[in-house]
């Protein structure tokens, strides 16, 4: 039988919020996509600044949708909601793409048509200057759920992934301020293996005030309510189990002991008491 065509098109969903000078260098790097025109959908998560004065060149190249701020997740998903593409893709608004990304990935997945997601290799801009990611960054691929339990390996602006894979997870949890890619990811990796193009396709730039990694402290608060979440479900294997544990309970000794220095002693006793219950796991 003769293979049935597989869908190439691409949606690519970018939310900003009071960015308007950055989210207008994110655009044209989408919209210089070589050999591919991508939809391209801007979530305008209820900005206080017009972002359509700079975006006004590129008209009828895009859409923009407007909601009120309702966060970084919902603004995904609501871009997600909004698009057609067979194929989605994010952008932050103050990343970059490389000419070739959005080719590089399709010819990826026409090659592993097993693969329903992937991300790309990245470059670190922090300030103004090029940055050398760190070994425990790097990108895992295939089965990426162990590796992937201590920090986020996969970033928002390299994902490519199926419509019909992120609907089917429900897409970002709208109640998490951050590590809301972290919490998908590991939800996806239950049952899909991740796909890597290694080649460095998109430009992360750091250093901001306005980055949510630097508007919340503790961020492991929400990576242990994500681990938590996935062990009470009870879908691990025993590997998979042992691991998520070990993890659980390192990140909420951390936080135990932040909290009482901070002299937040319920907190410490209820991050103390969620990792007693895995301590003899």
Avoid at 74 to 87: K, L, T
Wanted: proline letters at 4%.
């Amino acid at each position: 039988m003769t293979a049935q065509p597989l869908d190439l098109s691409v949606s690519v969903v970018i939310p900003t919020y009071n960015r308007a000078d950055r989210v207008v260098h994110a655009v044209a790097s989408v919209l210089a996509q070589r050999e591919v025109e991508p939809e391209v959908i801007v979530v305008d998560d209820g900005s206080e600044e017009d972002i359509e004065v700079g975006l006004a060149p590129f008209r009828g190249r895009l859409r923009i949708v407007r909601q009120k701020h309702l966060g970084v997740s919902a603004a995904r998903n609501r871009g997600v909601a909004e698009s057609s593409g067979a194929w989605i893709a994010f952008l932050d608004s103050d990343d970059e793409w490389l000419p070739h990304k959005t080719l590089e990935q399709l010819h990826f997945h026409r090659d592993h048509r097993e693969v329903l997601v992937s991300q790309t290799g990245e470059l670190w801009i922090r300030d103004g200057v090029r940055v050398n990611p760190c070994k425990h960054h790097a990108k895992p691929s295939g089965d990426i759920f162990v590796p992937s339990l201590a920090r986020c390996l996969v970033s928002p602006s390299a994902v490519m992934l199926r419509r019909d894979l992120f609907t089917s997870v429900g897409g970002f949890d709208e109640s998490m301020p951050v590590c809301e890619d972290y919490d998908l990811w590991l939800r996806l990796s239950l049952d899909q293996s991740f796909g890597l193009v290694e080649e460095p396709l998109m430009v992360k730039y750091g250093g901001h005030a306005d980055q949510l990694s630097r508007q919340y402290w503790g961020m492991d608060r929400f990576r242990v309510l994500t681990i938590n979440r996935l062990l009470a479900e009870g879908r691990l294997s025993r590997v998979r189990q042992m691991a998520a544990q070990r993890v659980l309970t390192a990140k909420c000794a951390v936080l135990a002991k932040g909290a009482r220095r901070r002299g937040r002693r319920e907190d410490a006793n209820s991050y103390e008491a969620l990792a007693g219950q895995y301590v003899d796991g």
